[in-house]
């Protein structure tokens, strides 16, 4: 997912004043700028920096149109671990992306059938109520929808719209190498990411711009103030 600046298992940075705070002050500075960057700087460098997401790959973690809060590196644990969803910028394109790391280095990775494998095993994915959308033409679809749960516990959402038979639904067996980390976009029929080597590959854990901290806005009832997992 390419990102524009503006102004989805993350809760490094607690919710409570200091982040209540910075959300009120993020949502006025969003209302005063429009879409133009928001950097809140305290005392010194950026701490955080609000993006606008504009596209479906993050489905049904984050919505088109959803304003959400990154806490940058200066704030965030910088080793990133699996289940994490990062906000990266691209080296060749300069456009910043948001994803799932799926992969540390040294793990092995391949989709088999549109089954995600990790160190040789099959990831456990369950089946649960179906997930309303729209197509590219505004028709109300229903999307295959599963709950995704890694090796630590950790579980997300993701959805496959073209069930199992999607083109990216099937991978060669791929090995992340060091200082790097694989991503998949939770919207995975939908989602330009680590699978396209060509295009991306693992990305570099140094472009690795920050974590969701929160969410400020969004056009979708119950979503403003929640934290992106």
Same mark, same amino acid.
């Given at each position: 997912?390419?990102?524009?600046?503006?102004?989805?298992?993350?809760?490094?940075?607690?919710?409570?004043?200091?982040?209540?705070?910075?959300?009120?002050?993020?949502?006025?500075? /969003?209302?005063?700028?429009?879409?133009?960057?928001?950097?809140?700087?305290?005392?010194?460098?950026?701490?955080?920096?609000?993006?606008?997401?504009? %596209?479906? %790959?993050?489905?049904?973690?984050?919505?088109?149109?959803?304003?959400?809060?990154?806490?940058?590196?200066?704030?965030?644990?910088?080793?990133?671990? +699996?289940?994490?969803?990062? /906000?990266?910028?691209?080296? +060749?394109?300069?456009?910043?992306?948001?994803? #799932?790391?799926?992969?540390?280095?040294?793990?092995?990775?391949?989709?088999?059938?549109? #089954?995600?494998?990790?160190?040789?095993?099959?990831?456990?994915?369950?089946?649960?109520?179906?997930?309303?959308?729209?197509?590219?033409?505004?028709?109300?679809? %229903?999307?295959?929808?599963?709950?995704?749960?890694?090796?630590?516990?950790?579980?997300? /959402?993701?959805?496959?719209?073209?069930?199992?038979?999607?083109?990216?639904?099937?991978?060669?067996?791929?090995?992340?190498?060091?200082?790097?980390? /694989?991503?998949?976009?939770?919207?995975?029929?939908?989602?330009?990411?680590?699978?396209? %080597?060509?295009?991306?590959?693992?990305?570099?854990?140094?472009?690795?711009?920050?974590?969701?901290?929160?969410?400020?806005?969004?056009?979708?009832?119950?979503?403003?103030?929640?934290?992106?997992?």
């Amino acid at each position: 997912m390419t990102l524009t600046t503006a102004g989805p298992k993350v809760s490094k940075l607690p919710v409570g004043l200091p982040l209540l705070i910075l959300w009120c002050v993020a949502v006025l500075a /969003f209302l005063l700028l429009g879409t133009g960057a928001i950097w809140l700087r305290v005392w010194g460098p950026a701490l955080v920096r609000a993006y606008h997401i504009p %596209s479906t %790959s993050m489905l049904p973690t984050l919505q088109i149109e959803d304003r959400v809060l990154v806490a940058l590196h200066t704030i965030q644990q910088p080793d990133p671990r +699996r289940g994490d969803i990062v /906000f990266h910028r691209h080296r +060749r394109s300069g456009n910043v992306y948001v994803h #799932r790391i799926i992969g540390l280095p040294g793990d092995s990775i391949q989709l088999v059938s549109g #089954r995600l494998h990790l160190n040789g095993s099959p990831v456990p994915r369950e089946r649960v109520e179906d997930f309303s959308t729209v197509d590219i033409r505004g028709k109300p679809i %229903s999307v295959p929808h599963y709950r995704e749960t890694l090796p630590d516990r950790t579980s997300y /959402f993701v959805l496959e719209q073209e069930g199992d038979r999607g083109f990216l639904d099937n991978t060669e067996l791929m090995r992340v190498p060091e200082g790097r980390v /694989f991503v998949l976009g939770d919207n995975r029929d939908n989602s330009m990411d680590s699978r396209d %080597s060509k295009e991306m590959g693992p990305i570099p854990i140094a472009d690795i711009l920050g974590y969701p901290a929160l969410t400020l806005w969004s056009r979708h009832e119950g979503r403003a103030g929640s934290v992106p997992r």
